[in-house]
């Protein structure tokens, strides 16, 4: 509601010639970090675990998340913890993660971590995206 008084607001200004900056924007976002944090090369599945912290980085609280990643090097999410797993149509290698229900809620500068095991393929990490939901 308050963004549209302000959007309306400015639209009105705009039409009489008199042009507003905000101060400074409010916004909704958040960023996940992929991490490896071991491995164990040479094992019979290879396992490796590793974790994603998702962060809020917006200027208001979060009541939720999603994390997606693809992985192109034929890696394999074997077990995941702290997150539910969503689904995904279409890419193969894609994953896709939600917040638990104790997890979700991030005050701004939050964060909140959840981990995996895996095979990993050897490719690089992949890049993550977050969507506060």
Not at 59 to 75: C, E, F, L, M, N
Request: aromatic fraction near 8%.
């Amino acid at each position: 509601m308050i963004r549209r008084t302000i959007a309306a607001t400015g639209l009105i200004l705009a039409t009489a010639g008199i042009t507003a900056v905000p101060a400074s924007a409010d916004s909704i976002g958040c960023k996940a970090v992929y991490t490896v944090t071991s491995e164990w090369p040479g094992t019979r599945d290879a396992v490796s675990l590793g974790q994603v912290t998702v962060t809020n980085t917006g200027s208001w609280a979060i009541k939720g998340w999603r994390v997606s990643w693809r992985y192109t090097d034929g890696s394999v999410i074997t077990q995941v913890w702290g997150a539910v797993p969503l689904p995904v149509v279409g890419t193969v290698g894609s994953h896709a993660y939600g917040n638990e229900s104790y997890n979700g809620d991030l005050p701004v500068g939050g964060s909140t971590v959840f981990g995996f095991a895996a095979r990993l393929g050897g490719g690089k990490a992949p890049d993550v995206t977050c969507t506060p939901v």
